[in-house]
C-alpha cells in the first residue's frame, strides 16, 4: 500500500476529531446457534444494539484460516501487480478511496458481487491475475458463511413469531439465485507516521467513516485485531473486542425497514493502527435487485402505521452508492420524508 509522503497529507484525509471518547464495550450479546434461546437472544440484541456476535456458527476453521491466508497473500503482492484490478468498478481492488463521492480511509480492500448477473471486468482481471486456489477459497467461504447466515435470519423469524410469512421470510432473499449479495475484504496496515510523537493530537486514524450496510444483514469476521466500533444509543462510540473464531453479525438498513425500525441498522467505522494490520472478512447479505422492500404486515399491531414506503433494493442501492458514507439513506424512504418523492427505480 502507496504510504503517503508527508504528515499534512496524512492528517488532511484521515485524521478526525471524535466528539465522544471511545470506551471498550465488553456486553455485545453472545448467540449461540446450538442453543434453544438463540432466537429470544438474537431479537432482543437487534432491538435493542442492532449487532451481535455468533459463536457455535458452523463453519469450519480450516475455511476461514484458507481464505484468510490467501487475502493476505494477495495484499502482499505490489502495488502495481494490485493495481491491475483496479479501479473497483465498484468491484475488484481498492486503496484509500471508497466510493466515488469523496470518503477516504486507510483501507485497501477486494470487493466482490456474489449477483450472477452482475459481470465485473475487475473481479474478472483480478481471479486471472491470481492463483486457482484463491478463487476456490472466496466461494468456500462465501458458501460457508452465507449458509451461516441463512440459518441466522430463519432463527430471527422463529424469534420474531413469523408464522403468516414463515420462517424463510428473510433467508429466502439470500437464498435465491439473483441474490444481490457481495463480499468484502478489507486490509488495515499500520501507519508507522502514527508512531511520531503528539501525530495524532487527540485525533483518530480513520479506516473505513462511520456508515450503515445498506443490505439486509452483515456478518463479519476479523483477525485479533482491534479497531471495529459501534454508536451506541446514547451517541457514544464504544469499541469491540476482536475475536478471531467467532463472527459480528449486524443489521442493515433494509432489515431495519422490513421490521418497521424494530430492529436498528448500526453505525459503525473502523479505526487503523500505527503498529497493527486488521484484516476483516464480510459478508452482505442482499435480496435480488427487483425485490420489493416494505415493513411487513404481520410485525405491524393494528394502531401502528408503516414507517417507510415500499422500495426495491435497486432503488435503495442506487440511492446508496450516490451519498457519502456517513449519510442517513433511510430517511429518503421514510413516509415523513416522502412529500413531492418520487420512486425512480432504474
Known amino acids: 500500500m502507496v504510504v503517503l509522503s508527508n504528515q499534512s497529507a496524512l492528517n488532511e484525509l484521515f485524521l478526525v476529531k471524535t466528539c465522544n471518547p471511545s470506551t471498550i464495550f465488553t456486553e455485545v450479546p453472545v448467540v449461540d446457534l446450538t442453543h434453544p434461546d438463540a432466537k429470544t437472544i438474537m431479537v432482543k440484541a437487534c432491538e435493542e444494539l442492532g449487532l451481535f456476535k455468533v459463536v457455535n456458527h458452523g463453519v469450519p476453521l480450516e475455511v476461514i484460516t484458507r481464505l484468510e491466508n490467501e487475502a493476505l497473500k494477495f495484499f502482499k503482492q505490489s502495488q502495481s501487480q494490485k493495481d491491475k484490478a483496479s479501479p473497483p468498478d465498484p468491484y475488484g481492488y481498492g486503496s484509500k478511496k471508497i466510493g466515488t463521492n469523496g470518503d477516504m480511509g486507510w483501507v485497501e480492500y477486494l470487493l466482490l458481487s456474489t449477483n450472477p448477473d452482475i459481470v465485473s471486468l475487475k473481479t474478472h482481471q483480478l481471479f486471472h491475475q491470481n492463483p486457482q486456489v484463491f478463487r476456490w477459497c472466496v466461494e468456500e467461504y462465501i458458501g460457508e458463511v452465507k449458509k451461516m447466515c441463512c440459518e441466522v435470519l430463519e432463527k430471527m423469524a422463529d424469534g420474531l413469531g413469523m408464522i403468516a410469512?414463515?420462517?424463510?421470510?428473510?433467508?429466502?432473499?439470500?437464498?435465491?439465485?439473483?441474490?444481490?449479495?457481495?463480499?468484502?475484504?478489507?486490509?488495515?496496515?499500520?501507519?508507522?507516521?502514527?508512531?511520531?510523537?503528539?501525530?495524532?493530537?487527540?485525533?483518530?486514524?480513520?479506516?473505513?467513516?462511520?456508515?450503515?450496510?445498506?443490505?439486509?444483514?452483515?456478518?463479519?469476521?476479523?483477525?485479533?485485531?482491534?479497531?471495529?466500533?459501534?454508536?451506541?444509543?446514547?451517541?457514544?462510540?464504544?469499541?469491540?473486542?476482536?475475536?478471531?473464531?467467532?463472527?459480528?453479525?449486524?443489521?442493515?438498513?433494509?432489515?431495519?425497514?422490513?421490521?418497521?425500525?424494530?430492529?436498528?441498522?448500526?453505525?459503525?467505522?473502523?479505526?487503523?493502527?500505527?503498529?497493527?494490520?486488521?484484516?476483516?472478512?464480510?459478508?452482505?447479505?442482499?435480496?435480488?435487485?427487483?425485490?420489493?422492500?416494505?415493513?411487513?404486515?404481520?410485525?405491524?399491531?393494528?394502531?401502528?402505521?408503516?414507517?417507510?414506503?415500499?422500495?426495491?433494493?435497486?432503488?435503495?442501492?442506487?440511492?446508496?452508492?450516490?451519498?457519502?458514507?456517513?449519510?442517513?439513506?433511510?430517511?429518503?424512504?421514510?413516509?415523513?420524508?416522502?412529500?413531492?418523492?418520487?420512486?425512480?427505480?432504474?
Not at 507516521?193 to 452483515?218: C, M, V, W, Y
Not at 442506487?318 to 420524508?337: G, V
Request: with cysteine; charged share 25%.
Open 165 to 346: 410469512e414463515g420462517r424463510n421470510v428473510f433467508s429466502r432473499m439470500i437464498r435465491e439465485e439473483r441474490s444481490d449479495s457481495c463480499f468484502r475484504v478489507n486490509r488495515y496496515p499500520p501507519c508507522p507516521e502514527l508512531k511520531e510523537e503528539g501525530a495524532l493530537s487527540g485525533r483518530n486514524l480513520i479506516g473505513f467513516g462511520e456508515h450503515t450496510d445498506p443490505q439486509i444483514i452483515s456478518v463479519l469476521r476479523s483477525n485479533n485485531t482491534s479497531g471495529l466500533q459501534i454508536c451506541l444509543p446514547d451517541g457514544t462510540w464504544a469499541s469491540i473486542p476482536p475475536d478471531h473464531s467467532s463472527f459480528f453479525v449486524n443489521v442493515g438498513d433494509l432489515l431495519q425497514v422490513m421490521t418497521n425500525g424494530r430492529f436498528k441498522s448500526v453505525k459503525h467505522r473502523v479505526l487503523a493502527n500505527s503498529s497493527m494490520s486488521r484484516l476483516s472478512m464480510i459478508y452482505f447479505g442482499g435480496p435480488p435487485l427487483n425485490e420489493k422492500i416494505a415493513p411487513l404486515p404481520s410485525l405491524l399491531s393494528r394502531e401502528e402505521e408503516s414507517l417507510y414506503r415500499e422500495l426495491t433494493w435497486r432503488e435503495y442501492k442506487n440511492a446508496a452508492y450516490k451519498s457519502r458514507l456517513s449519510d442517513n439513506r433511510i430517511t429518503l424512504f421514510q413516509k415523513s420524508a416522502d412529500h413531492g418523492h418520487k420512486s425512480s427505480d432504474t
